[in-house]
């Protein structure tokens, strides 16, 4: 168990922010943010003893991995998975804005007792990078609405964002994350 994330973490969606904003350099890193998302991903996905897992990458639009609509086993001989879905995610290149709200509503769509989200932002307003605060009310009703589902909350970029840090602290509170 990696220290500070709740939940069974045996049916995990992960959610990966690839909106534009990911292509900046990470604090303290040669790396984007997108890489650095992706290093921190692989490392759990290798090391965690999920069972199932779904990733949900999101800017504008939602895409997941596996595209089917299934949680990808993990579990005995689950490597190969493992290694599919993060060759998946490095297909992703980041743009478009942050669709923090359909990417969540996505992941109650699955059967998980587990979220997984990563971050460098707060919900935007469509087709701009301007914080939305009505989508992050709709966020926390969402959250209240599945107040049994831990939604660990991994901010990646500038801890210090007002709007980011709130958002980000108020959905894992809400939530038992």
């Keep these: 168990m990696l220290v500070g994330l709740k939940g069974p973490l045996k049916r995990v969606a992960i959610l990966f922010d690839a909106s534009g904003s990911m292509q900046q350099t990470a604090t303290g890193s040669d790396n984007n943010r997108w890489a650095e998302a ?4 692989s490392t759990w996905l290798q090391n965690l003893e999920i069972h199932k897992c779904v990733l949900i990458v999101f800017a504008s639009d ?3 991995f596996p595209e089917d609509g299934s949680l990808a086993d993990l579990r005995d001989g689950g490597t190969d998975n493992r290694m599919s879905l993060m060759k998946r995610l490095q297909t992703v290149t980041p743009g ?8 969540m509503r996505k992941a109650y769509e699955y059967d998980v007792d587990t979220i997984l989200l990563f971050s460098d932002g707060a919900p935007s307003k469509a087709n701009s990078g301007v ?14 609405e599945h107040q049994d589902i831990p939604v660990n909350t991994i901010g990646l970029g500038n801890y210090f964002d007002k709007n980011m840090s709130t958002f980000l602290r108020t959905v894992a ?3 038992g994350g």
């Excluded at 992706?38 to 991903?41: F, H, R, S, V």
């Excluded at 605060?133 to 709709?138: D, E, G, L, V």
Aim: glycine residues 4%; contains cysteine.
């Design 62 to 64: 939602i895409r997941t």
């Design 38 to 41: 992706q290093d921190i991903a």
């Design 96 to 103: 478009g804005w942050t669709n923090t709200h359909d990417a």
């Design 131 to 144: 914080f939305d605060p009505s989508t992050a009310q709709k966020i926390y009703e969402l959250c209240r």
């Design 173 to 175: 509170r809400m939530t």
